[in-house]
């Protein structure tokens, strides 16, 4: 790649070649014009970019910002929550234990309605990764207790969700979600390898 | 052939590196729907790799470009700046992290093309939420904002500096660089647009522009109102000429550069936090909603509270100078009501 840059310098001249070496920036990249790969958790590259397009990620996005008003509300009956899911998706609390099938994930969303004007479940730092099946997820929740009557403002809790998304026919669904408290540690821990 | 092969080379070079040099002026490159969202992924995965010190603090320096800086300017009476690998990955290490630790909740993401390739800003609530659900209080611990430059290096978008400014009420401060950026246009023209995929329409007939230009408006929603730096201009101009605001309701532009101004604000405050934006096409434009929290961070040692929470419900309106709103209600959050 260099040698053959160098020829290039020749012919059109170019602090721009110079600029792009000083940068690091010539580095054995195949395919300048492809969609550049996003980083992973870790902050590395992920392995490969498997295709999803700026729309995929924004629907992923959409869904996932559904999901708090259909739990919060539990609108038509929870049924607006179960149809987030895949027909076989499922909902894993902390301990893995899974509510799976939309009649039992709509009975989940009855059980935790806190009203349909309330507002509980706050998303943010929604990261999404393309897989060769569909794309993992994740974003950090907190659950905030605001507007019951009399008592303060307060923070009932918060964590992270680990998702995986799959593309029916109908658009991106949740395959399986999966909370996981937040639990601080004194002292630095290495997270597993793989997730 | 070899004048092709040249030519090839040096197009992929220009648009790779336009502008990465610090060292001469650089234009200002057009982002694709694609760099929005590689943008806001690395911006998503900063409190992961803070937050759990993953691959003992070089997660956290690994989202940063090589000669990259992270800034407190709340650290000593001038601000404290970090540089280079092993010093941004100490700043991952220590304290109360872990794999499952979540404290540093980041939204109100805006991102603008500048020279060089882009800049940003967020707003980051910093939670100690109570360890397991076992009954611990959970709290706001502090937050404010971060100001961010990004750089689009050969592993993928990086931070090229990024500062936080503690949440600060009261009378307005010099604003930090990357606040003095004059409102414009939100994002390019999509016709200008090279990823054709972003300009592929859905069903409902909005493309992945527009999802991003929405979410870019909504974005800056709680800057025009928090830090209102010009007596609520960049407020008001997030709405249509037309547009109606409640509660109260408020119509027209001067009336709601009024109503803004009548807000508390501050060049570094932050207090409008907004999450779970969905947004649907709709026959003459779109509509969408978020939740929102109102949080008064704590000054001075003081304990931090929530002010208020519920939701918007928006009408959105593309204009000739993109989307605006053409009505924003907020309803507040009620709990405990009877299910319908």
Partial sequence: MIVRSTRVVSIVGVGVLVMAWAAGAVSGQADPGAPRPLASVAGKPAASFTGLTPLDYVEIKQLVSRYAYAVDTGADNGNVYASLFAADGAFADRMGRETKGREALAALARRNTRGPQSAFHFIVNHVIEPTSEGAVGKEYLVQLRIGEGEKPNDIFGGGHYEDVYVKTPDGWRFKRRQFMPSEGSPRPRREPEAR | ?340
Wanted: a neutral charge; charged letters at 20%; glycine letters at 10%.
């Fill in chain 2, 1 to 340: 052939m070899r004048n092709a092969f040249a030519t090839a080379v040096l197009s992929v070079l220009l648009v790779w590196f336009s502008g990465t040099s610090a060292q001469q002026p650089s234009p200002t490159p057009v982002l694709t729907a694609l760099d929005y969202l590689e943008i806001e992924q690395l911006v998503y995965r900063y409190g992961y790799a803070l937050d759990t010190g993953a691959d003992n603090g070089f997660a956290y320096a690994d989202l940063y470009a090589d000669d990259a800086t992270f800034t407190g300017t709340n650290q000593g009476p001038s601000g404290r700046t970090y540089q280079g690998r092993e010093r941004l990955a100490a700043l991952a290490r220590g304290g109360k992290r872990g794999p499952n630790f979540m404290s540093h909740w980041v939204t109100n993401v805006v991102i603008e093309p500048a020279p060089g390739g882009a800049i940003g800003k967020t707003y980051v609530g910093i939670f100690d939420i109570g360890n397991g659900g076992n009954g611990a209080k959970s709290r706001v611990d502090h937050g404010g904002l971060y100001n961010d430059v990004y750089v689009k290096t050969p592993k993928g978008w990086r931070f090229k500096s990024r500062s936080f400014f503690e949440s600060t009420s009261g009378a307005p401060v010099q604003p930090p660089p990357a606040m003095l950026t004059p409102p414009r246009a939100l994002a390019a023209n999509p016709a200008q647009s090279p990823n054709p995929e972003s300009r592929t329409p859905n069903p409902g007939s909005l493309t992945a522009q527009d999802y991003i230009e929405i979410q870019q408006l909504v974005a800056r929603y709680p800057y025009a109102l928090d830090q209102n730096p010009d007596e609520g201009q960049s407020y008001a101009n997030l709405f249509t000429t037309d547009a109606v605001f409640r509660q109260p309701r408020t119509e027209g532009r001067q009336n709601l550069a009024k109503m803004a101004s009548g807000a508390p604000h501050g060049a570094k405050y932050a207090r409008h936090f907004l999450a779970n934006h969905v947004i649907e096409a709709t026959a003459d434009g779109a509509i969408g909603k978020q939740y929102l929290v109102a949080v008064d961070i704590g000054e001075s040692g003081q304990p931090s509270s929530i002010f208020l929470g519920g939701h918007y419900e928006d009408v959105y309106a593309k204009t000739a100078e993109g989307w605006r709103f053409k009505t924003r209600t907020f309803i507040a959050s009620v709990t405990g009501a009877e299910v319908k």
